[in-house]
């Protein structure tokens, strides 16, 4: 048995225990281990607390069911966890076309805001983020994966790594 299922399998003991019930949520928790496997411990209305085996080394499969799950760049990872760091994705939207060749993923960012002093990250591949920079021309505020902000006089630049 894998550190995952072990714990899974306490945690739905410590809940059956405490006699906590499903009260018209959706109750779902998602266990990993540094090796990739995984257990759900959820709520099922007719049986009560259970938990079953998963595996999964789809690092996208995993995040989609536990956000940062299974990340490769850990200490990205901690960050993202701890709070230290914010997921571009979750506060804006990739610019399409920004990657370097098509089949790219986007490398630059609209965020609907900006925090200082906080790290920024796209999660989803794992890829820092450089520069952050506000357009002079009417106030937009973008994220990239480069230094394309510092020094760009149609931009401010509001932070950089």
């Given at each position: 048995?894998?550190e ?33 496997n995984?257990?759900?411990?959820l ?9 079953e085996?998963?595996?999964s ?7 989609t ?93 509001l932070?950089?790594?």
């Open positions: 048995m894998h995952a299922l072990g714990m899974a399998g306490r945690i739905c003991e410590l809940l059956k225990a405490s006699d906590a019930q499903d009260r018209g949520a959706d109750y779902r928790i998602l266990v990993t281990d540094t090796a990739g995984c257990a759900e411990v709520w099922d209305s007719e049986v009560g607390w259970l938990w085996e998963g595996f080394t789809d690092k996208l499969l995993l995040r069911r536990m956000p940062h799950a299974g990340m490769s760049n850990k200490s990205m990872q901690k960050k993202l966890i701890d709070g230290e760091c914010l997921d571009v994705r979750k506060i804006g939207e990739p610019i399409d076309g920004s990657g370097i060749w098509p089949d790219d993923p986007p490398r630059e960012f609209k965020l609907k805001g900006y925090i200082d002093e906080c790290d920024y990250a796209d999660a989803l591949t794992e890829r820092w983020i450089w520069s952050i920079g506000k357009r002079k021309s009417d106030g937009e505020i973008r994220a990239a994966t480069d230094n394309r902000f510092y020094q760009n006089e149609d931009w401010e630049c932070w950089l790594r």
